[in-house]
């Protein structure tokens, strides 16, 4: 059998991905707009999970996190002092393949990381630009924000002032981010408009090590993407070389993943010392002994489309049943957009339907459920198998009389009956993560 990176070609994710409601070609009736997509009733399911399970794993789990929603367009002055309006003065080309961007002005004619082609030079910062109000002069021109970062970096001063946090703590925050990309493609790999999931981990580096304190980000993150289905034997840790390293970086962690097009980055964790805070002039005042100093940082950054797109590919499995070929997604409990569908045996007899209904308006309390009275239930079931739904429940004559009803498992596709008195305590021990 073919191995799993094999199996699933991006084409055929797109088109599973269209097909069962997880992502749309964006404005599709008007054409589309290329390299933007949307997220149809599924796939929002999963994206919202991806940031659930994210900010419960290292928001409210963690007494040493607090969460941010900054804005999306910030002032100006935010990006003159992060660096990134700096850009726009020197023309840049991008790499095509290794998408690396280099000053037009110090490079031959191939990329010298990979040997691809280059871009035509353009002077770029990647920022995306708009004007606020009814003037479109230089005084209203700004931006859209290209990380959730500086937003944080910006409201270090309001955290510690209204939650009195001390040393090492960090800032979460997911939101949309915009980046004018040369190269946008890949499905919703590379876009121009997408989300990040991000940490500033503050600390005085006096007093933590920070080499200890990166590992330990590393493995609370492979931990997680376990947690949340991401394939490990997929993915890799790129340790970038010191010489190739950003200038105030001293430390940077690539996690790659294999993606049908290649091994990429998934997300990037990186000690950036104090760059950024200096930046913004911020700096933090010891309560013991009054002493100034700017904190140091670690950031784990993430993509939470490009994350999706690995759960997705991870998920993504084609089983030979008998002379069919089941297609089935194998998200975890705790990602899976729906997490039970309740079937009436038979749609046409109204106690089989009005049980069902009633068990499905009960379960829905606690969980995403569907309820689906469509077709013969092998075909309500494949329907299900390919948009991940881990249990079925099935409402017959039985449950009528003995008062239980069959729960089928999506990955081992047995059934067993469970009596609907107990339903709510089964799914709460399958699903309490
Ligand atoms: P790349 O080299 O792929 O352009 P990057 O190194 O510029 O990524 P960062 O600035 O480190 O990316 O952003 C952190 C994370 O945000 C990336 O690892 C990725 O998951 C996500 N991300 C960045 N740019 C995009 C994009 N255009 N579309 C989707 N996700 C993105």
């Known amino acids: 059998m073919a191995n799993k990176k094999d199996q699933a070609t991006l084409e055929k994710i797109v088109s599973l991905c269209k097909r069962r409601g997880f992502v749309y070609p964006s404005s599709e009736i008007y054409g589309g707009l290329a390299n933007s997509w949307d997220y149809g009733p599924y796939g929002v399911e999963l994206k919202n999970n991806i940031k659930?399970?994210?900010?419960?794993?290292?928001?409210?789990?963690?007494?040493?996190?607090?969460?941010?929603?900054?804005?999306?367009?910030?002032?100006?002055?935010?990006?003159?002092?992060?660096?990134?309006?700096?850009?726009?003065?020197?023309?840049?080309?991008?790499?095509?393949?290794?998408h690396k961007r280099y000053r037009a002005d110090d490079i031959g004619k191939d990329c010298p990381e990979c040997k691809g082609e280059l871009t035509e030079p353009r002077p770029f910062s990647g920022l995306m630009k708009t004007f606020l109000g009814s003037t479109e002069d230089k005084s209203a021109e700004t931006y859209f924000r290209p990380e959730t970062a500086q937003g944080i970096f910006v409201n270090f001063k309001n955290i510690l002032d209204t939650t009195r946090r001390k040393l090492p703590f960090g800032v979460a925050q997911i939101g949309k981010a915009f980046r004018n990309e040369i190269t946008p493609g890949n499905?919703?790999?590379?876009?121009?408009?997408?989300?990040?999931?991000?940490?500033?981990?503050?600390?005085?580096p006096e007093k933590t090590n920070w080499e200890e304190k990166f590992d330990g980000w590393l493995e609370d993150f492979k931990k997680w993407m376990d947690e949340i289905g991401v394939d490990s034997k997929r993915l890799f840790f790129h340790n970038i070389k010191k010489e190739e390293l950003a200038h105030y970086?001293?430390?940077?962690?690539?996690?790659?993943?294999?993606?049908?097009?290649?091994?990429?980055?998934l997300f990037g964790l990186a000690y950036r010392t104090d760059f950024d805070l200096k930046n913004h002039n911020l700096k933090f005042r010891d309560p013991e002994t009054q002493e100034e100093f700017i904190p140091h940082v670690i950031e784990?950054?993430?993509?939470?489309?490009?994350?999706?797109?690995?759960?997705?590919?991870?998920?993504?499995?084609?089983?030979?049943?008998?002379?069919?070929?089941?297609?089935v997604m194998k998200f975890k409990n705790n990602l899976a957009p729906v997490k039970v569908a309740i079937f009436p045996l038979l749609r046409n007899r109204p106690e089989l339907v009005n049980k069902a209904r009633e068990l499905y308006l009960e379960l829905a309390k606690n969980y995403m459920c569907e309820f689906d009275d469509n077709g013969n239930i092998g075909k309500r079931y494949r329907r299900q198998d390919e948009i991940g739904t881990p249990y079925c429940l099935t409402v017959d004559f039985d449950s009528l009389e003995k008062g239980d009803a069959t729960v089928r498992d999506r990955d081992t596709m047995e059934q067993t009956r469970v009596k609907i008195k107990d339903l709510n305590n089964f799914f709460r021990d399958k699903f309490s993560a």
């Open 52 to 98: 659930q399970y994210f900010w419960k794993t290292f928001v409210q789990k963690r007494e040493d996190i607090v969460g941010l929603d900054a804005a999306i367009i910030m002032n100006p002055k935010t990006w003159e002092a992060s660096g990134h309006l700096k850009e726009f003065k020197d023309p840049l080309v991008e790499c095509k393949k290794c």
């Open 187 to 204: 499905f919703i790999f590379r876009t121009r408009e997408f989300e990040q999931m991000e940490i500033e981990y503050f600390f005085n």
């Open 249 to 265: 970086s001293k430390k940077t962690v690539d996690t790659e993943f294999d993606f049908p097009f290649g091994r990429k980055e």
């Open 300 to 327: 784990p950054s993430l993509g939470v489309d490009r994350m999706a797109l690995a759960v997705i590919l991870s998920a993504f499995n084609e089983e030979k049943v008998g002379e069919e070929t089941r297609l």
